[in-house]
């Protein structure tokens, strides 16, 4: 492994412009020494990353105009994986190497990517340092690298140093609030105490004790998040199927005008389970370590968290609480 000083290599990106709809992902700043091929190697790979990325969305963009099950989506990544093993297998220049893994771990980004090769993500996470500026490239793909391999515990230092050493506050900050191992919600720990008021009973309080003998889905949406709406079918379904075998939901809304969540339920979807909404008084996005929407965690009816994040999102939900009420 090596240090990528060597190439005073400085990606400066800011958070909102990689995940904003309204910029252009590539508004990058790129400022650094290296050989020539060097950079070219590494301007071939990143636009492809792009190019690749670009032709993805138009893809599924257009199966969910089709008005088709978007379960049934499938695309074809094998000649972007067959492209990148044959690059590994002849580079040697580790920077470059540390580019076409971050490429091929991109693959696997969000709920319709590629499922990726355990052996394949631990080599990648075993040569790329956690101090590499190429995780600002998009941070969340350390949390993809940390599914994949299988055994996201083994590298809960590895986690660590991102968070304290790694040169973009914003891939720290994204580590320390997603990936920490200290962090409070994550599979294993009881779930934060809360004390929530219901929007349609203003004498009912929500709280762990009253769930307890209860599995629960805590949701946090908003009627502005577009990812949040999709997600309501699938909600509807599970919970018609399972409320009846002791399965709750409880809908926290980010939006700030109820108005907009009465409209909402009354116009497009009725969410019959608990609703609540998110305040500075009950200080829940803040207890749940929210750091964005849709977010969800399955607690158990003993009051312990068992899932959370990816494994509650799209059908990955649906085989969750297969596996629960079988």
């Given amino acids: ?73 499938y695309y074809d990544w094998s000649v972007d994986v067959e492209e990148i093993k044959q690059s590994l297998s002849s580079e040697n220049d580790q920077f470059i190497r540390d580019v076409l893994f971050m490429s091929y771990l991109d693959l696997g980004y969000g709920l319709y990517g590629l499922m990726l090769d355990p052996s394949i993500v631990n080599v990648a996470l075993n040569e790329i340092r956690p101090t590499s500026s190429l995780w600002s490239i998009e941070p969340s793909l350390l949390e993809a690298a940390l599914r994949y391999s299988g055994q996201p515990q083994k590298y809960d230092n590895y986690v660590l140093e991102v968070i304290e050493n790694n040169p973009d506050s914003i891939v720290g900050h994204y580590a320390a609030m997603n990936l920490s191992p200290d962090r409070k919600i994550k599979p294993g720990n009881a779930v934060q105490l809360f004390s929530l008021r219901s929007i349609d009973d203003s004498a009912l309080f929500i709280s762990p004790e009253k769930l307890l003998g209860k599995y629960y889905l805590v949701d946090f949406w908003a009627t502005w998040c577009v990812p949040c709406i999709e997600e309501m079918d699938r909600l509807h379904r599970v919970y018609n199927k399972y409320k009846g075998k002791g399965f709750e939901i409880i809908s926290v809304s980010l939006d700030e005008d109820p108005v907009k969540i009465s409209k909402f339920r009354n116009e497009k979807w009725a969410m019959p389970w608990l609703n609540t909404a998110a305040n500075s008084e009950n200080n829940i996005l803040k207890k749940f370590e929210i750091t964005g929407i849709p977010n969800t965690i399955l607690v158990s009816d003993s009051g312990v968290i068992l899932k959370t994040g990816y494994d509650l999102r799209g059908r990955n939900l649906e085989h969750t609480l297969e596996k629960i009420f079988q």
Avoid: C, P, W
């Fill in 1 to 73: 492994m090596h240090s990528l000083n060597k190439y005073l290599l400085l990606i400066v990106i800011t958070f909102s412009t990689l995940h904003s709809q309204d910029e252009n992902i590539d508004k990058y700043v790129f400022s650094y020494s290296a050989d020539t091929i060097e950079i070219f190697k590494f301007k071939v790979i990143y636009k492809k990353i792009l190019e690749r990325r670009e032709t993805f969305h138009t893809a599924i963009s257009d199966y969910k105009k089709s008005g088709r099950n978007i379960d049934s989506f």
